[in-house]
Structure formats: C-alpha cells, structure tokens
C-alpha cells in the first residue's frame, strides 16, 4: 500500500468535508485549522471559506478513482460528524464506502454523540 498522506498511520486523506470549530481543550492547537487558513492564503479553492464547515459533494467520488488497497483517513481537515454538516450529506459519504469495500476507512471526531445519533439509525459500513 503507497502512502500518499504525511500522516504516518494512514495511507490516504478523503476531505469531503473541511472546517470546524473548537469544543475542547484540545482543539486550541489544531493542525488543521492552521493549515485551511494557510491552504485559503494561497488562494486554493477548496478552502476559499478558511475553517468554517463547508461540504465537498465534488469530492465524493475520489474514493472509485483510488488503485489498490487504501487506509483512508475520513476529513482530515475538519469534523465529518460537526453539526453544520448535514446527516444527508453524511448518508452520501457512508454509500461511497459502502461502495468501496477494498478500502478502509477512520473516521475520528470529537463530536461522538452526534456520530452516536447518526449511528443509532444508520449501519455502520463494514470497512470503516
């Protein structure tokens, strides 16, 4: 499996979605936060909004495009379960994995109640 990403436990980053806000104390020196404000300075377009929650529906389909095996690090530039983004949106992210069995997917939030309530009325894929 080729490593893409820098981060060195995942192979791969999916952002379909970007941005956050802090909840805790741990999220006073997010990486993330400083890197869409640096991503925003140098003009790229997926991060024109800087950390406010913004969906990518243009990036849902990446996932099909990937060869191999991939260790897919789910939004690493924000929180998939933050509550401005929507649940329908989220349906839409969980079909793609579905749909890519080959691959695996994290998903990492600090927002676990909202995942709770998303996963108490939804299956939760077999590859993530």
Same mark, same amino acid.
């Given at each position: ?8 436990w ?16 741990? $999220? ?23 950390? /406010? ?5 243009? $990036?849902?389909?990446?996932p099909?495009e ?15 379960? +933050?509550?401005d983004i ?10 793609? /994995?579905?749909?890519c069995?080959?691959?695996t997917?994290? /998903?990492?939030?600090?927002r ?5 309530e998303?996963?108490s009325? +939804? ?6």
């Open positions: 499996m080729s490593n893409n990403s820098k981060i060195s995942t192979t791969t980053t999916w952002n379909v979605t970007a941005g956050c806000d802090p909840i805790s104390d741990g $999220c006073k020196n997010c990486y993330a936060r400083m890197m869409a404000e640096r991503l925003k300075a140098m003009g790229q377009a997926k991060y024109q909004n800087g950390f /406010i929650p913004t969906i990518h529906p243009e $990036c849902l389909n990446e099909f990937w060869k191999g095996n991939k260790l897919v690090f789910v939004v690493s530039m924000g929180d998939l379960f +933050h509550k929507p649940f329908d949106f989220i349906d839409k992210v969980m079909e793609v /994995i579905t749909k069995p080959q691959h997917f994290q /998903i990492l939030t600090k676990a109640e909202r995942m709770y998303y996963f009325v +939804h299956t939760i894929p077999e590859n993530v």
